[in-house]
């Protein structure tokens, strides 16, 4: 019995120390959703206001909701997209992350309990 929990134990470690490392890098995360937008600029010679297709644009923005509800668009630049897209991808990995682990060491500690008479 105590032979079965070390092997399933260091199985859960090895677990642990491989989600451990795939977390990601800190710097570059970014929370919130991409937005693309589309726009008229009101002048009725322009081509935007001849078709929706010709519209200006896309102008991006990262869209927050901080505590509290409060909601929040921040513009973005075209060229910084990218970086704001992979942020994102990194919290998401980030929090997956997170409960993994976190259910990794409810499992360690569930043996732990189990080895140790009582
Ligand atoms: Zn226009």
Redesign the pocket.
């Known amino acids: 019995m105590k032979t079965t929990n070390k092997v399933d134990g260091s199985k859960l470690n090895h677990s642990l120390m491989r989600e451990i490392s795939r977390i990601p890098a800190w710097d570059g995360i970014h929370r919130g959703t991409l937005m693309r937008y589309y726009r008229?600029?009101?002048?009725k010679s322009?081509?935007?206001?001849q078709s929706k297709s010709q519209?200006?644009g896309p102008y991006w923005y990262l869209s927050v909701t901080w505590q509290g509800g409060k909601h929040k668009l921040y513009a973005i630049k075209p060229e910084k997209v990218a970086e704001v897209r992979r942020g994102i991808a990194a919290y998401k990995r980030l929090w997956k992350s997170v409960y993994r682990i976190a259910e990794l060491n409810l499992a360690l500690l569930k043996q732990t309990q189990e080895a140790t008479p009582k």
């Open positions: 008229t600029c009101g002048n322009c081509h935007c206001y519209r200006h």
